[in-house]
């Protein structure tokens, strides 16, 4: 069965500094896979995707991230974080064609002054 | 400008009171989707359509009712059998070529 496991349930990140949040995922076809934010009370909106490709994606709001096939991840990451940036943020799942999302639960991010 | 629009945005019932979310796209989109949040579990897929007058069951569609009559619209149902409803619910839809889905901006239903 298809599934994302997102290791972290909070992460705390000062200011300034880097970020790295994990996502693994287990899905038996080619996978499409997402990155979403979410801010208290709002909806998901949509960080970056890789559906083939270049592994190493770029997003909005200077997120990126990386797929590795060997290691079945797709990290996200952030080079120097920003206040703004608390929120939860959801790795998802899919392929092509109509296929639902598999969500992993999410990590909420912190940023310390 | 194009989306998905959720009304109310936040709703109060009473305990055995069935009680009907709205979600409107107009991105011409395909596929509409219903999910519960609860705090800790993600997102949970409660019913999706891929077309008009079709729909399917996801995870947790016990105790709610959808229907597809328009492709722009796919209102979710909270009926009474629904042991607890109080939740935030998002509504999403996609074009089919993929999965990527956009997101309304939710409606939080307390049920008191």
């Known amino acids: 069965a298809q599934s994302v496991t997102q290791p972290d349930i909070h992460i705390t990140v000062s200011e300034g500094a880097s970020l790295e949040l994990r996502c693994n995922y287990s899905?038996?076809?080619?996978?499409?896979l997402f990155w979403y934010v979410q801010s208290p009370g709002q909806g998901l909106q949509l960080l970056l995707k890789?559906?083939?490709?270049?592994?190493l994606v770029q997003g909005i709001k200077g997120f990126e991230a990386e797929f590795k096939r060997s290691q079945s991840s797709f990290n996200l990451r952030k080079p120097s974080v920003h206040w703004s940036d608390a929120a939860e943020y959801f790795c998802?799942?899919?392929?092509?064609?109509?296929?639902?999302?598999?969500f992993g639960t999410g990590t909420r991010l912190l940023v310390s002054p | 400008d194009g989306g998905i629009t959720q009304s109310p945005k936040y709703l109060f019932r009473k305990e055995g009171q069935n009680v009907t979310l709205s979600c409107e796209q107009n991105?011409?989109?395909?596929?509409m989707y219903w999910y519960r949040q609860d705090p800790g579990q993600g997102l949970r897929l409660i019913y999706y359509?891929?077309?008009?007058?079709?729909?399917q069951k996801g995870d947790i569609a016990e105790g709610y009712s959808v229907s597809r009559e328009k492709k722009e619209s796919f209102p979710l149902t909270v009926t009474s059998a629904q042991k607890n409803p109080t939740a935030f619910y998002l509504c999403?839809?996609?074009?089919?070529?993929?999965?990527?889905?956009?997101f309304g901006q939710g409606t939080r239903l307390t049920v008191v």
């Open positions: 999403a839809s996609s074009e089919g070529r993929s999965s990527e889905a956009f």
């Open positions: 899905y038996g076809a080619t996978p499409y």
């Open positions: 890789y559906f083939s490709g270049d592994t």
């Open positions: 998802a799942v899919g392929a092509q064609g109509f296929q639902k999302l598999v």
């Open positions: 991105l011409n989109h395909d596929a």
């Open positions: 359509s891929q077309i008009v007058n079709d729909f």
